[in-house]
């Protein structure tokens, strides 16, 4: 019988998958060995795409003629830095005592990629190749996957697309950096008194940038509108509360130019005059013309996928996507949560029904022990797979990140930012399987003079799973409310609430002053790092309702795996600047300068629906919708396009008043 060489992405998951086969291996140079089995190792990426000038070495140098360069057939080569080990892997899986490969890099694109290139390179043949996927690192996972390996040709069309998106990446860098930087790389480098200047663009990157760049300048053009509210201050059995005017159609000011929205004035003269007519005499005695009380749920959140997390983890720790996947992939590898670069918000039916193993592993970790206690207790974990917290359809590679419920040996070791990251996703997991939080709402509509004043009260009836949701490092604060319900006021008085129990419609309620409140207009927020990651997902809108987030379908800017990395990218490149503080992101003068120079030449680059287009591109190959072919032909079609168009074009001297104009808002 031949023996099996289990191939892993990186030395420390090889080192897992090593104790998961419970056999006897010895170290050797670059893998381990034992019985029939042999475990080796990539170091990320042993293969890399060929610079054009492998094709022919005249491409070196940067011309005009020589673009767009479009390769017939793509050229790939071994990394020097990692051409050991790559000559280690080929050897071994070129062994004729070889007869099975077991493909253990990372279950996703970017993993399978990794191993087909090796495999290519290492011109591997007439071997069984197995595909291993797992969603965690916890031994029996590991055991599960290599027992339901299936044939590698079962991943052919997510091969495809990893070659696709590299092939888009590279066409794309190659030809259109280097067009941008023989047109205006001159342009660029005089205005910014430099001796050169490169113009690098992307598919993902420059579509960011763009975002930034727009963003910044809504900011700019941004002028702030003053309006004005009127307040009516009221007592009602010894207890106060405030009731703010809202116009209504038997209101003198119904339709009038003088309202800047149905609540408030442009003017404060005009506000002023309503007071002085509300106040006349005062107390002012108001009739309750309508009265609403019902009952509002919130339900648990879905689970966290990466782009979730990363929003989290910026808001709460004011620290990078970067840093945030680099904690999930460190959680992931102490075998304390699954598999981290997901889209995926839910769980599947598969791990629905052992979902109660994950939460017995819970009464391990102190925070949260109590609630995975109670969840067993009352086995709310049945019937999980019948709610929207279960969606086999709304998994592509991977379900969401949540706890394995085991590696708490590992606890030890984590940074205080990564245990508070792994409760937080603990928290949000066991939140799932608690009811919705209740709030009992009270809405009224008063009279005064045929006025109308509007007053909303909100108390929380049960807090279902938000006893839950609560972390323990967490200060006690003011949740940020919406502007629907910023009227709404919380009543934590029992004997207030009570009271506005009883009141009924026709009930005379006085009211004692009325004030001017006045407010202004707000401009865009920048985006951080956090929501720069969700607007990414979104295909450049930023959506912070979760509920509207959940719903809305298709591929984003970037993917899971790659979006952190684009932001860290712009940075290095000094297109962008984050802030360490606050994760606020704001374009350089730079940056700016390469937005104008791409809005003016290859506009297409800075538009999200094109640029998730291509993505969505990419999973309609990986999904067999559609050939590598009939991607390929439009690939190339756009590159040859846009790099030809850009070679024609003759507009450098209107660049720099566009220059001027950022150079305005940046300091000498």
């Not at 050897?91 to 077991?102: F, K, P, Q």
């Not at 609560?470 to 200060?475: G, L, P």
Request: proline share 3%; charged share 30%.
């Amino acid at each position: 019988m031949g023996k099996s060489v289990f191939i892993a992405e990186k030395p420390s998951v090889a080192q897992e998958f090593a104790k998961a086969l419970h056999v006897s291996l010895s170290r050797r140079d670059g893998y381990l060995e034992g019985g029939d089995v042999i475990v080796t190792w990539c170091v990320g990426h042993l293969v890399t795409m060929s610079y054009p000038e492998a094709y022919d070495p005249n491409l070196k140098r940067w011309s005009l003629d020589t673009i767009p360069f479009i390769p017939q057939e793509y050229k790939y080569e071994v990394l020097p830095a990692v051409k050991k080990q790559f000559d280690i892997v080929s050897s071994l899986l070129n062994r004729e005592d070889v007869e099975t490969i077991y493909v253990c890099t990372d279950s996703g694109r970017e993993g399978e990629y990794i191993y087909r290139l090796v495999r290519q390179e290492a011109k591997v043949t007439g071997k069984k190749e197995k595909r291993v996927w797992i969603d965690s690192q916890t031994e029996e996972e590991i055991q599960k996957g290599i027992k339901n390996a299936k044939d590698i040709s079962e991943y052919n069309n997510l091969s495809d697309a990893a070659y696709l998106r590299a092939k888009e990446d590279y066409l794309m860098g190659i030809n259109f950096s280097r067009v941008l930087t023989l047109k205006y790389g001159r342009n660029v480098a005089n205005y910014l008194h430099e001796d050169r200047a490169s113009i690098a663009v992307g598919r993902v990157m420059t579509c960011v940038l763009g975002m930034v760049v727009k963003r910044e300048r809504e900011i700019r053009a941004f002028v702030k509108t003053p309006f004005y509210r009127v307040i009516g201050s009221a007592n009602l059995e010894g207890h106060k509360f405030d009731a703010e005017w809202k116009v209504s159609e038997k209101s003198k000011y119904f339709n009038t130019p003088y309202l800047y929205n149905d609540k408030g004035f442009k003017d404060k003269e005009k506000a002023t005059e309503l007071l002085n007519f509300l106040s006349d005499p005062l107390p002012q005695t108001a009739v309750v013309e309508s009265i609403e009380r019902k009952k509002e749920t919130k339900n648990p959140p879905l689970l966290y996928n990466l782009a979730e997390i990363q929003n989290e983890c910026s808001k709460l720790f004011k620290i990078s996507p970067d840093q945030t996947l680099n904690i999930i992939q460190e959680l992931y590898e102490k075998k304390l949560v699954t598999y981290p670069r997901t889209d995926a918000r839910v769980l599947s039916t598969a791990i629905s029904k052992e979902i109660n193993k994950n939460i017995a592993g819970l009464r391990n970790f102190a925070p949260v022990k109590e609630f995975a206690s109670e969840i067993l207790e009352k086995e709310s974990f049945k019937g999980i797979e019948k709610t929207r917290y279960c969606n086999d359809k709304a998994i592509t590679d991977h379900y969401a990140i949540i706890p394995t419920g085991q590696g708490f040996n590992n606890l030890g070791s984590l940074s205080q930012t990564a245990l508070k990251t792994y409760e937080v996703i603990c928290r949000r997991f066991l939140s799932i399987f608690y009811p919705a939080a209740i709030y009992q709402r009270v809405a009224m509509n008063l009279n005064v003079k045929d006025e109308n004043l509007y007053a909303s009260f909100k108390t929380l009836a049960d807090e279902g799973y938000l006893k839950v949701a609560k972390n323990s490092f967490s200060k006690a604060s003011k949740s940020s409310k919406s502007e629907e319900d910023e009227a709404d006021e919380d009543i934590n008085d029992t004997a207030f609430f009570e009271l506005l129990k009883k009141i009924r419609k026709g009930a005379n309620i006085d009211f004692t002053e009325f004030n001017i409140k006045e407010g202004e207009t707000s401009p865009p927020k920048r985006y951080s790092s956090g929501s720069m990651i969700l607007a990414m997902e979104n295909a450049g809108q930023l959506i912070e309702d979760e509920e509207l987030r959940a719903q809305i379908k298709g591929s984003g800017i970037g993917t899971s795996a790659t979006r952190a990395e684009i932001l860290k990218k712009l940075e290095t490149k000094k297109y962008i600047s984050i802030a360490k503080k606050t994760q606020i992101i704001t374009p350089s003068l730079f940056g700016e300068i390469i937005y104008d120079v791409v809005a003016n030449s290859i506009k297409a680059l800075l538009n999200p629906e094109l640029t998730a287009s291509w993505e969505k591109g990419l999973t309609m190959v990986a999904n067999g919708d559609i050939t590598a072919d009939e991607y390929m032909e439009k690939m190339n079609a756009f590159v040859v396009r846009r790099t030809n168009g850009v070679k024609m074009l003759n507009n450098q001297g209107m660049l720099y008043g566009l220059f001027n104009e950022s150079a305005k808002n940046y300091k000498k």
